[in-house]
């Protein structure tokens, strides 16, 4: 029996291809009101980034590069710098709180996932200390202690296409979320560019 092929407008980029950025900020977040939030989330569908898009903006990057006679390197794409073209993307994530949050209860047969991220902290070697009550607690921020539903990964080519980008997912999710943390973070400099994770 033949699969279906893979429809990339109905994957997030990161995914498949990683999103061009130079910079990136992630937004973690609560979900306080349901309905609002799946009302909200129509609001947001616009601004995620599909796989089909991301590959096309990879495409823009390494053919303006060609185009200009700049160094095109293996996997070149995923970093782009503001002065060779603006782009953006957004995906979004969820934990197995936030899924169960707004009912959705399937079992995806990941037991680390569904066990959440606190409750592996000891197995993976984070720092901590045992509590009295048997319990396990990471040395980790206290904003990543509270339960957190979900994350939007932002990214771009700069700092002010992000902000930006960040607004207007901030926007579509108003009044359903309460923002537990904002993270932001660059490309590595120099040689080490492109080598994040």
Do not use: C, Y
């Amino acid at each position: 029996m033949a699969v279906a092929p893979l429809s990339l407008g109905n994957v997030q980029g990161d995914i498949l291809f990683g999103l061009p950025k130079q910079t990136q900020s992630f937004f973690f977040f609560q979900i306080n009101e349901v309905d609002a939030f799946r009302s909200n989330l129509s609001n947001l569908v616009p601004l995620i980034t599909s796989a089909q898009q991301t590959q096309s903006n990879i495409s823009e990057i390494r053919q303006f590069k060609i185009k200009n006679n700049i160094q095109v390197d293996a996997g070149d794409g995923e970093v782009v710098h503001p002065d060779v073209v603006t782009v953006s993307g957004v995906n979004i994530a969820f934990s197995a709180t936030g899924l169960q949050k707004i009912g959705i209860t399937d079992n995806i047969g990941d037991t680390l996932f569904n066990s959440g991220m606190l409750s592996g902290s000891s197995a993976l070697g984070d720092n901590g200390a045992q509590q009295a009550n048997g319990t396990f607690q990471p040395n980790w921020d206290e904003a990543f202690l509270q339960e957190i539903h979900g994350v939007t990964l932002v990214t771009g080519d700069s700092h002010d296409t992000v902000n930006e980008k960040l607004a207007s997912v901030k926007d579509a999710l108003s009044g359903s979320v309460t923002e537990i943390s904002t993270i932001s973070g660059d490309v590595r400099p120099g040689d080490e560019a492109g080598h994040e994770q």
